[in-house]
């Protein structure tokens, strides 16, 4: 998975877009090659998700196997439009969720030991 950021205009200037910073998002080169210059042709059509203005849960969840499975037509557009399912980026939320298990664990060890420690100070 490539790592690098494309600075790219959420609505394109090609459709309509601007240079102001709202309308500009960081993205993978992946999700930018993959958008191009889509934007709906009429008010109502198939939208892409925005970051900057919804949040994650609002159209998407998120599977044991580290899919996307949308909640609305804008999370089921998004990936398809956008390949957020290709290989790469599934195994990246795997172990991103893995990192997370293993921050939780850490931190209810850290816990345990403190109170451990406070009971063999009383004893």
């Known amino acids: 998975m490539s790592h690098k950021l494309a600075l ?7 459709k309509g877009g601007d240079d102001s910073p709202e309308n500009l998002r960081y993205c993978c080169e992946g999700c930018n090659r ?27 969840d998120e599977q ?31 172990r991103k969720r893995q ?5 939780d664990l850490v931190q209810s060890l850290e816990q345990r030991v403190i109170l451990l420690c406070a009971l063999m100070k009383e004893q």
């Open 64 to 94: 044991d196997d580290g899919t996307l499975e949308h909640r609305t037509a804008t999370g089921a557009f998004t990936p398809v439009r956008l390949r957020l399912n290709r290989p790469p980026l599934v195994a990246h939320r795997l």
């Open 8 to 14: 790219d205009y959420f609505q394109t200037t090609a």
């Open 99 to 103: 990192w997370t298990r293993y921050l």
């Open 34 to 60: 993959y958008k191009a210059d889509y934007w709906p042709m009429h008010p109502g059509g198939l939208s892409l998700w925005d970051p900057r203005r919804e949040p994650f849960a609002q159209h998407f």
